[in-house]
């Protein structure tokens, strides 16, 4: 099926929207929160030219009609719909690129389905568990803060003023207060909202439920878990995001056995969309010296 310009694909219950352009070696493109395919907008021509280029929206994304049940959009059912999609089209191994909440879906999926992937790239991949295994223990806080103080600082600054008021407004109904927290917290800056260009903020306020799936429950994914990661291995984060971020791309790059880092300068949690000229330079390197 196809609807502007859009293909459905049926995984088990699901339906996944995704645009697909160009021939070539497959390249799949994962969103995060709180955005859907059309985040990679500025990748998809590019990487074309060369690559078999697939950017779908995860289940709960616009502009998909899936039942609205944010909390049961586990990174388990995400990782299960990439999977089944790259079945359904019959084009594995791909290269895979996640980003944010996508981004620990793909990690999850490349540690469980390694067959699939050829390489990985991961853009400031939220594998919150790598530093914790529950956010909410104090005594796992406070052995990450003897470890790390500034990275335990920074984790428990953006639980404080960001993870919890937006979840807190999520629950009480109040979306358009959850989006401008949540993009607050994890873009490092006060009105980050308001700073995105229009075509981003509309994206994103279409999105804007899917802070919801910050309710979910998350697998205890940790260095165990990451070794299990066989593809060359890209993480990128942008020079300006939150410190935890960092750690959880330092963390890692020190259990995936191939894994190499990159910075991409003058952006925050949204490299790809923020500085996509050095992004695409970045990636499609790395995708061309494992070709």
């Not at 030219?49 to 049961?72: F, M, T």
């Not at 993870?163 to 109040?174: E, I, K, N, R, V």
């Not at 971020?245 to 894994?259: C, T």
Request: hydrophobic share 40%; with cysteine; glycine share 8%.
């Amino acid at each position: 099926m196809q609807s502007s310009g859009l293909k459905i694909a049926k995984v088990g219950e699901i339906s996944l929207a995704y645009r697909e352009a160009g021939q070539g070696d497959p390249v799949f493109f994962v969103h995060g929160i709180p955005t859907d395919y059309r985040a990679w907008d500025a990748q998809v021509g590019l990487f074309s030219a060369n690559y078999h280029v697939i950017a779908y929206s995860r289940r709960l994304a616009n502009p998909n009609h899936n039942r609205e049940d944010y909390a049961g959009s586990t990174i388990e059912n995400n990782s299960a719909d990439l999977a089944g999609l790259i079945h359904e089209l019959d084009v594995s191994p791909v290269h895979l690129v996640g980003h944010s909440y996508g981004g620990f879906a793909a990690a999850y999926c490349a540690a469980t389905n390694p067959g699939l992937f050829h390489t990985l790239t991961l853009v400031e991949p939220a594998v919150s568990t790598i530093l914790l295994t529950n956010r909410k223990s104090i005594p796992q806080l406070l052995s990450l803060l003897l470890r790390s103080p500034s990275t335990a600082m920074s984790a428990a600054r953006f639980q404080r003023t960001s993870l919890d008021p937006s979840l807190a407004a999520f629950q009480h109904g109040d979306f358009d207060a959850a989006l401008r927290l949540n993009l607050d917290g994890i873009m490092n800056r006060r009105g980050a909202f308001d700073q995105l260009p229009e075509a981003v903020q509309r994206m994103v306020k279409e999105n804007e439920k899917t802070i919801g799936e910050l309710t979910a429950e998350v697998p205890p994914f940790g260095k165990a878990d990451a070794s299990k990661i066989s593809a060359p291995t890209l993480l990128v984060n942008g020079e300006n995001s939150p410190k935890v971020l960092h750690s959880i791309v330092d963390r890692l790059a020190g259990a995936i056995p191939s894994a190499e880092v990159a910075v991409i300068r003058e952006c925050a949690h949204f490299p790809h969309i923020e500085n996509p000229a050095e992004f695409n330079s970045v990636v499609l390197g790395f995708l061309a010296k494992h070709g």
